[in-house]
């Protein structure tokens, strides 16, 4: 088992940053893909920022140009740096952690609230 803990989400003005962190803890040897989906109130959950092992990260066209995914493999964290935010990035942000891109294990998720 993986447990994900993401914190940093928050209420921000639009054009403001954030930038979340998960801290991933247990089997973590299993996992090589790493990633953040969000999902806004009434709308299903999409994928944000995604990152495997060897690989480059992969974003969201919405998001590309404004979003960073990054890891700390040291202190096995995954952060995801938001800039330029925009009301509609309001959501439920989720960290993710699983095997060659099939995603397992999943965080509580943290708010992010874009206020125009």
């Known amino acids: 088992q993986v447990q994900l803990v993401e914190s940093g989400g928050g209420l921000v003005q639009a054009g403001g940053s954030l930038r979340l962190s998960c801290a991933a803890s247990?089997?973590?040897?299993?996992?090589?893909?790493m990633g953040w989906f969000r999902q806004a109130s009434g709308k299903q959950r999409e994928v944000v920022a995604t990152f495997t092992r060897g690989g480059s990260p992969n974003y969201v066209a919405s998001v590309k140009g404004r979003f960073t995914i990054s890891t700390d493999n040291a202190k096995m964290m995954v952060y995801l740096q938001m800039n330029m935010l925009k009301p509609e990035d309001t959501a439920l942000y989720y960290c993710?952690?699983?095997?060659?891109?099939?995603?397992?294990?999943w965080g509580q998720g943290t708010q992010v609230t874009v206020s125009s």
């Open positions: 993710s952690a699983g095997k060659d891109g099939v995603y397992k294990y």
């Open positions: 247990g089997s973590i040897f299993s996992i090589n893909s």
